[in-house]
């Protein structure tokens, strides 16, 4: 750790000291308070306007900080086992993170594309997924909007839209803070204070502060013991401050200015199945004796939380996003202004072969992002029979990337053959210029003299994208070219426009039944591989939604349930094979049908049940591509031309069935109530890669998460044990081929990320 990181480290866990003394959130007091004799009623800003999650006529999660924290989300990973049609998979690379929602996500680890789920915080769009915060903590909500956004939202959201609410400043003082210790070493310390800073008549000024410090030792041991090897690979060292000023002027002009910073180190931990590729290990020189422990050449000996690198695995990760948000109450309307600058800032050295064996050296990975937006909105109020909201957003991001690695002159064919020595050198800028204006209307037929309670919604949006820059790659074969084999480099430039829409209608048939139906699109823009010359088109969308929002028995059973069918063209697929890298786009058009149901219920005063299932039928639409993984093709593959037609395969990333169950009961005795809780997820089969070859899956799987609370009787003190992954299953987070080009020829053997393993300890926290 860095002395500025030590630095940031000792001021959170003074913070967290001092927050200690004072006392915790009065949000978190007066849920733990609450008896829980009926749910509570969550108001959610999903179209830019409050409103009863349950009358929002979209297929929407929102789960409250204090749920999140009673069961154990910590971040995405937790909250991609909660929420329908939802899956998150680390960055194989220790970069772009891969969320997938309803069959569509995108593995461009390059920053020269974009995530098809579109990431917010309090209402910025954030371009990169390494941009995602690992401690969801001192937040109001997340609201997850499933299927594409196009209105609202728009700027590639096809997927869906995720928008993380954080807890603003208030008019009374609050201060609170936890701590928590577990296995590997683990030490987590949080804290936040919120200050009324001026309070003169209609004029207000507040404050409030937010830290983390989150550490933990690897998961995966390196059992190398050569001079470079580190043991780093996923660890966390995590250090987070989030300031946030609000401003209330008059009661109709508030303005809220935030800065968000975070510093992160840490790799991810890939495991190369080298058992795929066997000759890696027996061909000499390079055989490795047999008995040693770096010997993976069988699957028998394939241990995910123990590899052997021999050279450095480092990284870091720092993010920056500032925003002030202006709202201005006018006579007919309330007038909305966002701006925002963020940028984030990844470098990272891992061994370029994954192996204890002098094959690769992969130099510094090095990744720039910088973003810019600013939206305008002008939304109605609701009290006549025609609501509206119209805006307009124009974003600019600059991604940059610096990458290479050397092969050292060994192959699985020998040390004399043709590919011996391969070096491979790329950078590029990928800049992107984005505009879209963009309005929707309700009609409540409710509030004219028909009198049926009705509402019809048409939106529209119109989005123009520019993306360009600059590009190089120098590919060095010594002993076919001499040196260089040719620089390809040179600029690129590519435009596209799309218009999408939505028509939509909601039918209130009571005070707690609400069916709603629609007809909407998205645009996920092109992009391209950066150091490749591979520009790609955009994908688009149509999606047929239908669903029905109840609450049934005083308030004490909720349950909701949406269908879906999508239809997807131009759809952005990753490939790796022995003849490409890069984005393909599928040929015909991909179907994806699904089912997504959610419930809670109160059986009795202190009996909390709560659970999910989605069912997803999500197969590829014609695609012809090309794969040679193993130095052959696989099934759908012609032996001659060794094209292949994926139809029919599975979807990247999105598992048949899936679904979770969990359960709490709060007892009452007099020295404070104790409420254990058990969480537990099932998943179908995970396809990683379009292929659909056995070795790319993650089979049907099933991981259990249990926890004890107490709380003191005046909500001040808490206590939290819990245990993670009760079974202690090595689950694929996500998948990415090693590089054909370390001498491997078509050999392609998988490199998995993999979620943490089992998992343990306390947190103690102090609330007022």
């Known amino acids: 750790m860095t002395k500025a990181i030590k630095s940031r480290a000792v001021l959170l866990a003074g913070a967290g000291v001092l927050a200690l003394s004072m006392g915790a959130g009065t949000a978190r007091a007066a849920d733990e308070a609450a008896k829980g004799t009926t749910l509570n009623e969550l108001v959610v800003t999903a ?47 220790g970069g772009e993170n891969v969320i997938t929602m309803r069959g569509l996500g995108s593995q461009n680890t390059t920053p020269g594309g974009d995530s098809p789920v579109a990431y917010n915080i309090d209402g910025v769009y954030v371009q990169r997924t390494t941009s995602i915060d690992p401690e969801f903590y001192d937040i109001s909500r997340v609201e997850v909007l499933r299927g594409p956004q196009g209105t609202l939202y728009g700027r590639n959201s096809v997927g869906g839209s995720i928008n993380v609410i954080t807890n603003k400043p208030a008019a009374s003082f609050a201060a609170g803070a936890d701590a928590m210790v577990g296995n590997y070493d683990a030490r987590t310390f949080r804290g936040f204070v919120n200050l009324p800073l001026v309070d003169n008549g209609d004029f207000k000024m507040m404050a409030r502060l937010t830290g983390v410090d989150a550490q933990h030792d690897p998961y995966t041991e390196n059992l190398s013991v050569k001079p470079g ?92 996003l500032y925003s002030a948000t202006f709202d201005y109450d006018l006579p007919f309307a309330t ?23 002098p094959l690769a050296v992969g130099s510094r990975w090095i990744m720039k992002a910088k973003q810019f937006s600013q939206e305008f909105r002008l939304a109605s109020g609701d009290q006549n029979a025609l609501r509206w909201l119209v805006g307009g957003i124009y974003f600019a991001g600059k991604n940059f990337e610096n990458f290479g690695y050397q092969d050292l002159g060994y192959n699985d064919l020998g040390p004399t053959a ?22 929707q209307l309700d009609y409540d037929l409710s509030k004219t003299s028909v009198g049926v309670p009705l509402t019809l919604t048409l939106g529209l949006r119109y989005t123009h994208d520019k993306k360009y820059g600059f590009n190089s790659l120098d590919y060095q074969l010594p002993q076919v070219c001499g040196g260089s084999c040719g620089v390809t480099a040179g600029p690129f430039s590519k435009t596209w426009s799309q218009t999408t829409y939505k028509v939509g209608a909601s039918y209130q048939v009571d005070d707690k039944n609400m069916l709603f139906a629609s007809v909407s699109s998205g645009y996920l823009a092109g992009g391209n591989i950066i150091g490749l010359a591979n520009i790609y088109d955009p994908e688009t969308l149509v999606s047929v939604d239908a669903g029905w929002k109840s609450r049934f028995l005083d308030d004490r059973l909720q349950l909701n349930i949406a269908a879906y069918h999508e239809e997807i063209k131009h759809l952005q697929v990753f490939i790796q094979s022995s003849t490409q890298s890069g984005i393909n786009n599928v ?68 598992p048949p069935y899936a679904f979770n169950l969990g359960a709490e009961y709060r007892f009452e005795t007099d020295f404070g109530a104790i409420t254990p809780r058990i969480d537990t997820y099932v998943s179908g089969k995970v396809d990683f890669l379009p292929d659909n070859y056995v070795t790319s899956r993650q089979k ?6 249990a926890r004890v609370t107490w709380t003191s009787m005046d909500n001040r003190y808490r206590v939290d044990a819990f245990v993670n992954n009760i079974e202690n299953k090595d689950v694929i987070s996500n998948d990415g081929l090693q590089s054909i080009t370390l001498g491997q020829q078509a050999l392609e053997p998988d490199n998995f990320v993999y979620y943490p393993p089992r998992t343990y300890g306390v947190r103690v926290g102090v609330n007022f």
């Not at 300031?243 to 910073?261: C, N, T």
């Not at 007038?335 to 064996?357: I, R």
């Open 47 to 93: 179209e830019h306007r409050e409103e009863n999650v349950q009358r929002v006529p979209i297929a929407i999660t929102a789960v409250e900080g204090a749920q999140l924290e009673k069961q154990g989300v910590v971040g995405f990973a937790e909250l991609g086992t909660r929420v329908p049609s939802l899956r998150f998979g680390g960055g194989v690379t």
């Open 587 to 654: 040929n015909g058009t991909t179907k994806v049908n699904g089912l997504e149901v959610e419930f809670t219920v109160l059986p009795t005063p202190n009996l909390r049940l709560n659970g999910t299932l989605t069912l997803s039928d999500a197969k590829y639409g014609r695609y012809i591509t090309t794969d040679t993984r193993f130095g052959g093709p696989g099934p759908g593959c012609d032996a001659v031309t060794k094209l292949c037609n994926f139809e029919g395969n599975q979807l990247n990333e999105t």
């Open 700 to 705: 049907a799987y099933h991981m259990t998460n």
């Open 335 to 357: 007038f909305t202004s966002v701006t925002a600058y963020g940028n984030s800032d990844v470098t990272q050295v891992s061994d370029g072969d994954g192996s204890d064996l």
């Open 229 to 320: 090897a580190t043991d780093q690979l996923d660890r966390q060292d995590y250090q987070m401050l989030r300031g946030q000023l609000a401003i209330d002027f008059s009661p109709q002009a508030r303005l809220l200015l935030a800065a968000h910073a975070s510093w992160n180190r840490g790799v991810a931990a890939t495991a190369t199945a080298w058992w795929e590729t066997p000759a890696r290990f027996s061909t000499p020189p390079l055989g490795i004796p047999a008995g040693s422990p770096c010997d993976f050449s069988t699957a028998a000996k394939f241990d995910p939380r123990r590899v052997c690198h021999d050279t450095a695995d480092t990284g870091r990760n720092e993010t920056q």
């Open 418 to 439: 043709a590919f011996d020595q391969f070096n491979f050198f790329s950078y590029g800028t990928s800049k992107t210029q984005s505009w879209a204006p963009f309005a």
